[in-house]
T-cell receptor, first 115, second 113 residues
Framework: DTAVSQTPKYLVTQMGNDKSIKCEQN?????MYWYKQDSKKFLKIMFS???????INETVPNRFSPKSPDKAHLNLHINSLELGDSAVYFC??????????????FGSGTRLTVV | AQSVTQLGSHVSVSEGALVLLRCNYS??????LFWYVQYPNQGLQLLLK??????LVKGINGFEAEFKKSETSFHLTKPSAHMSDAAEYFC???????????FGAGTILRVKS
């Protein structure tokens, strides 16, 4: 029944490691996103994909690489993890945007802690 | 570019009192505006959204917000606070194409008994 699901929910790893976070949505949405919520709870978009095509890349370090194998999945791979990457990462999806009758649905988040 | 300013990082009210959380936006195109709530260690839940229909928008849990173009505001209100309303609230703006949400810094609502 889960609309947007992320795995894992918690991730603790050492500096320098490479890790991935997976996201899947079963809403039939065309657009998926990754947002980062930092330690001050500030939320900012990282990437947006529309039907597997990258739409938005918000000056994120190239250690972060999103991958969308199909429109229902958007994974986030992070290389050479740094302490500053510690945050909560949210996946989201949305319906097509014209006409204003759309909505975003967020996953429950992945809390990444780099030690 | 679009942006959102939430006035007051912390708001404290007594149980049963009016809740007012302030949000002002900046947008060069007609905005679409949202309020989300985040409970501790949980994800974001949509409270309500404005998408150019009625200016007074009713949401879940008794919350509502009014879009005022002249004031570039979209303040969130609830007539009577409940203890379960204690959470962090985020205002967000998007354009009509919905390519991304731009969030405010959030307001933590504390409800005193």
């Amino acid at each position: 029944d889960t609309a947007v699901s992320q795995t894992p929910k918690y991730l603790v790893t050492q500096m320098g490691n490479d890790k991935s976070i997976k996201c899947e949505q079963n809403l039939g949405h065309d657009t998926m996103y990754w947002y980062k919520q930092d330690s001050k709870k500030f939320l900012k978009i990282m990437f947006s994909y529309n039907n597997k095509e990258l739409i938005i890349n918000e000056t994120v370090p190239n250690r972060f690489s999103p991958k969308s194998p199909d429109k229902a999945h958007l994974n986030l791979h992070i290389n050479s993890l740094e302490l500053g990457d510690s945050a909560v990462y949210f996946c989201a999806s949305s319906t097509p945007g014209t006409g204003g009758n759309y909505g975003y649905t967020f996953g429950s988040g992945t809390r990444l802690t780099v030690v | 570019a679009q942006s959102v300013t939430q006035l007051g990082s912390h708001v404290s009210v007594s149980e049963g009192a009016l809740v007012l959380l302030r949000c002002n936006y900046s947008s060069s195109v007609p905005p679409y505006l949202f309020w989300y709530v985040q409970y501790p260690n949980q994800g974001l839940q949509l409270l309500l959204k404005y998408t150019s229909a009625a200016t007074l928008v009713k949401g879940i849990n008794g919350f509502e917000a009014e879009f005022k173009k002249s004031e570039t505001s979209f303040h969130l209100t609830k007539p009577s606070a409940h203890m379960s309303d204690a959470a962090e609230y985020f205002c967000a703006v998007s354009d009509e194409y919905g390519n991304k949400l731009v969030f405010g810094a959030g307001t933590i609502l504390r409800v005193k008994s």
